[in-house]
Structure formats: C-alpha cells, structure tokens
C-alpha cells in the first residue's frame, strides 16, 4: 500500500515524489506555507492528490490559525485558501477541492471558529477517502476496456501516487489484472520530471505488474510494430467538449495512437472535468523552471544558459481521444452530450 498523502496530528505526511525511487523519503508538514511549497515543488503532484493536499493544507492552516474571532478566522482563511491557489494551475482538482473547502466553510460559520476547525479537516479526510473510492469505481468500469494480454502504454504517472490511492489509469489497470488478465505496461519516460521512468515503473514493479520503460521518443516505434493495443492516461483538465490537458507529450502519443489505429483512452474522477470551459483553449497551461530540462536530478546536461521552454502540459484535440472513463461511468464521442449526462 502506497501513502502518497495522510493527515496525522502532528500533521500532513507526503512521500516525497522527488526522490522516488531511489529514495522514500515521508515529510511532515505542519504549516499551511510548507503544503503549498510542497505542492509547487513536485514533492506531491497529480491532479487528484494535488486537491487532497490543498485540501489538507487548508484544515491545516485553519487548525493552527491564531485566531478566536470569527471575523479574523474569515480574513485567515482567505489567505490560506489564496496561497494554495497559487502554487500550479492546470489541474483543475485543486481550485475544486478549495472551492469545496469554502462551502463547508460557509454552511460551518455560524458554528463558530472550533466547529469550522473540525469541519475543515473531516473535508479534507472524506475527499482523501472519497479520492480512493472513485478510482476504484473508475477501475471497475475501465477495466472492461481492456484486452486479455493487452500491452498499455501509458505516459506520465497516474497511479497511486497522483492520487490519494490506487490511481485513475493505473488503477484501470490494477483493476484488469485483479479481474486475472495479463497485461504488459509500456510507461513513458515523461521528460523533464520523469514521472514514467521514476514512479510508474516504480508503483507498478511493487504491485508485480509487468512494466517496461521506454523513452519518449520510442512510442511511435512500437505502435507501428504492432507492440501497442491500447493508450490509457490520467488528466488535469477536461473540457465540456472533451479536450484533454495532461502531461506534456500526451498530445504527441494521441496523435500516434489515432495514426496506428490504438484506442486511446483517458482515465478521470469527474471533478477534473472543467464543465464552464467549451474547450481545451482556455485552459492554462503551466511553464515550470528552465532547469527542470536543463538538468536531470541536479545534475547539468546542457550549458547552463541554454534557452530552454517548459510547458508542464498539453491539450489533446477530443477527436483523439477514444473513450474517458470517470467514476460515473465512460464517456464516448460526440463528448458535449456524454460529459454533459454524466454531470447530470
Ligand atoms: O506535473 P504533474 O506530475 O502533476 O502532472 C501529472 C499528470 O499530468 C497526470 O497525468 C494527471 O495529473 C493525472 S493523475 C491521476
């Protein structure tokens, strides 16, 4: 069992993501500033688990808020939720999960400040709980998709560790091999993070699936051999038409995906879907520090003024992608009439 995030009393617990898998290391945070930072440093990442953070940043900086007014309570909380806000904006988890924060707040503050104190942190531990519920129900569903021997390929990290627990597209994957089929996955490397190579091959070797890293460079290659049957990914944001923003290089294997004609299907709880958005235009897309690409774990591959671009994510057209399976149940093209009965 995989702890990507927990709520202890002495504070919020995270596996540091950054030094997997050579290194697991848990850290415990126990100021609102250090979740955030911890957000915005990659120590925790993946839209599910990035909501949970917040949320638990949130409960965290409103438990140890100096204040006995409601009034200064209000003005605190505003901060708090402000600051988590700002630490990455594509996913679309975490302005839900502030947003849900708030209107517990709300319904609460009548109760006074104790009563929100201990409102906030059951949020944020249903929202834990409930993470791990839907990726189960998303597995159950999307594991039906899926061949017998399939060969996966899958690009980023959309496991366990993107999320509270068990994972979106890894855990439509977990699902088809507890129901016995045999699959082989192929991860994505994932440049610059590396999230394919360092934590994919890593929660999936610990699970004893079958796993086989390769660069990002080599999916069209295998495609066309004939090696790959199926593309299963996560997602930050989804538009009301079905655009998808997910990890950078999603794009490209979409489009390789429709070339070889290999399903490809994208893996969601429905509150990464961004219903007020038409469409994958007017999502913002995050630009991350240069030297995420111009060093590799610290260590320089390029000189060290290289101009360099660092988009975080890409939007994948809709007409690439095949199916999205959510906890609800799967949408299929034309997405503007499924997502909108899904969200019903
Ligand atoms: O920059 P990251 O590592 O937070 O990006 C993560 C992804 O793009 C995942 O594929 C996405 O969040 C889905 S995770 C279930």
Known sequence: MIHTIEWKDSGVVMLDQRLLPRQEVYRTYSR????????????????PAIGVAAAMGIALGVKNSPVDSIEDLDAAFAIICDTLAGTRPTAVNLFWAIERMKSVYARTREKGVDAIRQALITESLAMHRQDIESNMEMGRLGQELIPANARILTHCNAGALATAGYGTA??????????????????????????????????????????????????????????IDCVIVGADRIAANGDVANKIGTYSVAVLAKENRIPFWVAAPVSTIDPKIPDGSFIKIE?????????IQGIPITQDEAVVENPAFDVTPHRYVSAIITD?????????????????
């Open 170 to 227: 890894l855990g439509v994957i977990r699902a088809a091999v507890n129901a016995g089929k045999q699959v082989q996955v192929f991860a994505d490397e994932t440049r610059p993070f590396l999230q394919g190579s360092r934590l994919t091959a890593w929660e999936l070797n610990k699970d004893g699936i079958p796993v086989t890293i390769i660069t990002d460079n080599m999916a069209g290659h295998f495609m066309k051999k004939g090696e």
């Open 32 to 47: 609102y500033q250090e979740v955030a930072e911890a957000i915005r440093t990659m120590v925790i990442r993946g839209a």
């Open 287 to 295: 630009e991350r520090d240069p030297d995420e690409v111009r060093k």
């Open 328 to 344: 609800r149940g799967i949408a299929r093209p034309p997405f503007t009439e499924s997502i909108r009965a899904l969200l019903l």
